[in-house]
Each structure stands twice: as C-alpha cells, then as structure tokens.
C-alpha cells in the first residue's frame, strides 16, 4: 500500500482484515481540545482532538488514514486514578468534511465522559487504511464502525497488546 513504508509489517486480524504494524510506535501527547463537533453527534464515534502543530513534521511524513493503538488518560473525573484504553485514529483531512489542514482525531474505544483541557497519551503501533472520500455520510459511518472493529480485533495481537504497557502511557497517578 503506497505511503505506508514506514508501517513494516503486513498481518490478518482474525477476521481477515489487512493491518500495518510498525517496529516503533510512534507517541503522541496533547491537550484535549474541542474539534469541529461532528464526532460524537454525526458520526457516533467521539473523538479527543489533540493539537497539530507540534507534529507538523510527523504530518507531513506519514499519509492521511486510520492508525491504532493504545492512548492513556491521567486521574481525571472522566477516568478516576487514570486509564489506559484501545483507540483508533483518523489522522488526516477528513475529505468528506473537506478540511483544510491535517488533524489528529483519536477515538477511544470505551465510553467516557467528555475530557477537554486533560493531557492525552498516545502510542500509536498500526495502520488500517488510507484516507478516503465517500459518497454518502451513512458510508463513513459504517467505515468508521468497521475501523473500530479492526483497531479492536488488531489491538489483540501479542505484539500490539504488549503496547499497553509501554512507559510512555505512564502517568505518576496511572
């Protein structure tokens, strides 16, 4: 898959599904910020938007598409003494919306209550697919559920669930 060189590892999720793993993941922190609100309301997927300007230059190496992995939340009221959960991410332009500049846009894969202005960690260790447009905003949702599953499914794998652990999701308080 073109503009995945840096994702090494070509796997099968159980179900079938193509995935991309990376020998390093790559970390990524930020302040939850607001996003453009569509997330939770359109598109039933929630996310935590983090800032992109301190990873322009990642940005601007690695394509627009859907990653996976682990983020970390510290003690917080969304996640009293901390968490550490799956997420799957769209880092791109989004080009149903038509975005004029790449985001960072991680969905937890648990239900918790909104968490802005709350540092968020993330080691990112796969990569699903490219970035694409689609015809109808019942097609992306569905795309996204099926992102979901595969983040899910992928993050079950030894060498994608040892990830969980790593030092970089590690707050004093986690």
Not at 8 to 31: C, W
Request: glycine share 8%; hydrophobic share 40%; proline share 6%.
């Amino acid at each position: 898959m073109p503009g995945v060189e840096q994702f090494t590892e070509r796997k099968e999720t159980s179900s079938g599904f193509e995935i991309y793993l990376r020998d390093q993941p790559i970390l990524l922190k930020g302040v939850v910020t607001k996003g453009f609100g569509r997330g939770g309301k359109m598109l039933g997927c929630p996310t935590a938007n983090i800032p992109v300007d301190p990873y322009l230059e990642l940005l601007s190496e690695i394509p627009g598409g859907i990653y996976f992995g682990w983020a970390a939340l510290p003690d917080c009221d969304a996640a009293p003494k901390g968490d550490i959960c799956k997420m799957v991410m769209s880092i791109g332009w989004n080009p149903y919306f038509e975005n004029k500049r790449k985001s960072i846009e991680p969905h937890l894969i648990k239900t918790l209550p909104d968490f802005y202005d709350v540092e968020l960690r993330l080691v990112v260790g796969g990569f699903i697919r490219l970035e694409q447009n689609f015809e109808s905003l019942e097609l992306l949702v569905d795309a996204i559920q099926n992102d979901i599953k595969v983040a899910s499914e992928a993050l079950r794998l030894d060498e994608m669930s040892s990830l969980q652990a790593h030092d970089y999701l590690k707050f004093s308080n986690v």
